[in-house]
């Protein structure tokens, strides 16, 4: 069921090639965003979890081992480059809705870091989100928050 999903999503993809690797990319940029601040907590592995479930339409417990997996890479990884090279490939919502995760996991201990920004900014530029549309992922997570969703 999973490989129907992930060739579902490969169809709307703009690199077919990308795309097997696309949740294990959100999910190392989404651990990235966790982890900048030195505070991984369980609510952050949740909304990464969610997210996976949410973009990818994966079952929980996929979801969850993707995360592991990530976890171990992001560790490893010298740079992000691995991940937004993937993502680079995704449709602009797409990249719209890895922008919003970032924001969602970042903002999701109530305040942001200088460091957690700084990532945010260059993801973006990694992977061709403007500012503004930065911007504006971050003020609707920020109502999604504040409404308690």
Same mark, same amino acid.
Request: aromatic content about 6%; glycine content about 4%; overall charge negative.
């Given at each position: 069921?999973?490989?129907?999903?992930?060739?579902?999503?490969?169809?709307?993809?703009?690199?077919?090639?990308?795309?097997?690797?696309?949740? #294990?990319?959100?999910? +190392?940029?989404? @651990?990235?965003?966790?982890?900048?601040?030195?505070?991984? /907590?369980?609510?952050?592995?949740?909304?990464? =979890?969610?997210?996976?479930?949410?973009? #990818?339409?994966?079952?929980?417990?996929?979801?969850?081992?993707?995360?592991?997996?990530?976890? /171990?890479?992001?560790?490893?990884?010298? =740079?992000?480059?691995? #991940? /937004?090279?993937?993502?680079?490939? #995704? /449709?602009?919502?797409?990249?719209?809705?890895?922008?919003?995760?970032?924001?969602? @996991?970042?903002?999701?201990? +109530?305040?942001?870091? =200088?460091?957690?920004?700084?990532? @945010?900014?260059?993801?973006?530029?990694? @992977?061709?989100?403007? =500012?503004?549309?930065? +911007?504006?992922?971050?003020?609707?997570?920020?109502?999604?928050?504040?409404?308690?969703?």
């Amino acid at each position: 069921m999973l490989n129907r999903l992930i060739d579902l999503f490969a169809a709307k993809s703009a690199a077919p090639s990308a795309v097997d690797d696309a949740p #294990f990319a959100v999910a +190392g940029l989404l @651990v990235e965003a966790a982890r900048s601040d030195d505070h991984y /907590t369980i609510i952050e592995r949740k909304l990464i =979890d969610r997210a996976l479930i949410r973009e #990818f339409n994966v079952a929980p417990e996929n979801a969850a081992a993707i995360r592991v997996r990530a976890e /171990t890479a992001q560790a490893d990884a010298a =740079d992000i480059y691995k #991940f /937004t090279k993937t993502a680079k490939n #995704f /449709t602009p919502e797409q990249k719209i809705a890895l922008v919003e995760a970032l924001w969602r @996991v970042i903002l999701s201990d +109530g305040h942001k870091s =200088d460091w957690e920004d700084a990532l @945010v900014r260059r993801v973006c530029g990694l @992977v061709y989100v403007s =500012d503004r549309d930065s +911007g504006l992922a971050r003020q609707r997570v920020e109502s999604e928050l504040a409404a308690g969703r």
